[in-house]
């Protein structure tokens, strides 16, 4: 998300204000009070868009995970094999995570979160949809070990969550070489051997 500019529109000005303060602060640290400051909102403003704390955190979580849904279809191709799907996934995760700091920080923070476990069905099925579909595909083409799709999908985010970890301690790592090596990995622990 960008920085809270003079020609945003109310809500925007809202969620991108929400997002740095809560990055900055947590959520427990940030109240609405904060954010109406910050932003330069009124309080009316902020109640008619949002009926409470826990309705922004989760409207920026869904904004967040749009924004990071449209960079993964954006490399998705119908030609693609389900390896490469995969790698494509995988490795949009990574790079999405270091080029948006900010926002895979608000992510951490929301997975770890008691919103997480309220969201976890209606963000999948809302958000990550096109995913569970490739999932689906690998499992029925016994490609890789059957296994329910929120699982994998955990497993894909943690296995790329920790390369983005490293890759931001160790940029000077960064590369697709380095990238696709690292994938088999991965792929080693979830291919129907």
């Avoid at 904060?34 to 920026?60: D, P, Q, R």
């Avoid at 995988?90 to 969201?119: C, D, H, Q, T, V």
């Amino acid at each position: 998300m960008k920085k809270i500019k003079k020609n945003m529109k109310c809500k925007e000005k809202i969620l991108v204000g929400a997002l740095e303060l809560f990055v900055e602060r947590g959520f427990d640290g940030t109240s609405i009070a904060s954010i109406v400051k910050h932003t330069g909102v009124s309080n009316g403003a902020m109640y008619h868009h949002f009926g409470s704390k826990e309705e922004l955190i989760n409207e920026v979580f869904f904004l967040v995970h749009k924004v990071m849904k449209e960079e993964m279809l954006g490399v998705l191709k119908d030609s693609m094999d389900i390896r490469e799907k995969f790698y494509a996934i995988w490795s949009i995760g990574i790079r999405w995570a270091l080029n948006n700091p900010e926002k895979k920080r608000f992510l951490n923070m929301f997975s770890n979160s008691p919103y997480m476990e309220k969201l976890w069905t209606r963000s999948v099925t809302s958000q990550f949809n096109f995913l569970c579909s490739i999932f689906d595909e690998a499992n029925k083409s016994e490609i890789i070990v059957d296994m329910d799709a929120d699982y994998l999908l955990c497993h894909m985010k943690s296995s790329s969550d920790a390369m983005a970890l490293y890759l931001r301690l160790h940029p000077e790592k960064y590369s697709e070489v380095f990238l696709k090596n690292s994938f088999k990995t991965f792929w080693r622990s979830i291919i129907n051997i």
